[in-house]
């Protein structure tokens, strides 16, 4: 009987000494588990506060053009007044003249941006389409196209009326410096031709837009 108990004892005092080594791991894997997610919480939002401060801009504005943000943005409309003068005085071709045009100022000169399911034109955008009406007053035989884009936020049919009333708010623009409407033709697209990912919120700022073109679309 004696060494039944002594048998007893000693498997319990075994089974007490398991359950104790276990609960250390336990512990370690929580807390190694909590430390990985703090440091890729951690990550993420340094990664954000980069974007933020690399573009700009919040959540409710609109992406900003390069020469915004490589202070250029006062002297654009100026330059491009300079260069229409030129233009006329040395009767380039309309071909030339884009190509100087975009050479210079690359694709964003051509490109108007909204705040996510918005309509208003934003003020940086302003000297940009002021410089297109002189343009196209300048060379009243050409035609422009003013394709809206949006993300993929929206339903199909909301995001190609939304992208069809950013296209119009630009028409409807030029339109009031002068600009004649046969020279200008809208195009819609919806979400259908995003130029970024809409998995970011720059890729998504990107994509609401209007492109004014001369090319047929």
């Known amino acids: 009987m004696r060494n039944v108990l002594l048998a007893i004892l000693l498997l319990s005092s075994v089974y007490t000494y398991s359950q104790n080594l276990d609960k250390p791991t336990k512990r370690t894997t929580l807390h190694k588990a909590k430390v990985s997610n703090s440091v890729q919480n951690n990550e993420k939002n340094i990664l954000l506060k980069r974007e933020k401060e690399q573009y700009r801009v919040t959540e409710e504005e609109p992406y900003k053009p390069y020469y915004y943000h490589m202070d250029k943005y006062q002297n654009v409309g100026k330059e491009l007044d300079s260069l229409y003068a030129e233009f006329v005085s040395n009767n380039t071709k309309i071909e030339e003249a884009l190509r100087i045009i975009y050479g210079r100022y690359g694709g964003d000169i051509g490109r108007v941006f909204f705040a996510s399911n918005?309509?208003?034109?934003?003020?940086?955008?302003?000297?940009?389409?002021?410089?297109?009406?002189?343009?196209?007053?300048?060379?009243?035989?050409?035609?422009?196209?003013?394709?809206?884009?949006?993300?993929?936020?929206?339903s199909q049919q909301k995001a190609l009326r939304l992208s069809e009333d950013r296209a119009n708010a630009v028409k409807f623009y030029l339109l009031a410096k002068g600009v004649n409407e046969n020279q200008l033709n809208i195009k819609a697209y919806g979400s259908e031709q995003p130029i970024a990912s809409n998995l970011t919120s720059k890729g998504r700022r990107l994509n609401n837009r209007v492109e004014i073109t001369w090319k047929k679309q």
């Open 118 to 154: 918005k309509t208003n034109i934003s003020s940086s955008s302003t000297i940009v389409l002021d410089s297109w009406a002189k343009f196209l007053l300048y060379y009243q035989n050409i035609e422009f196209f003013i394709c809206g884009h949006t993300d993929n936020s929206l």
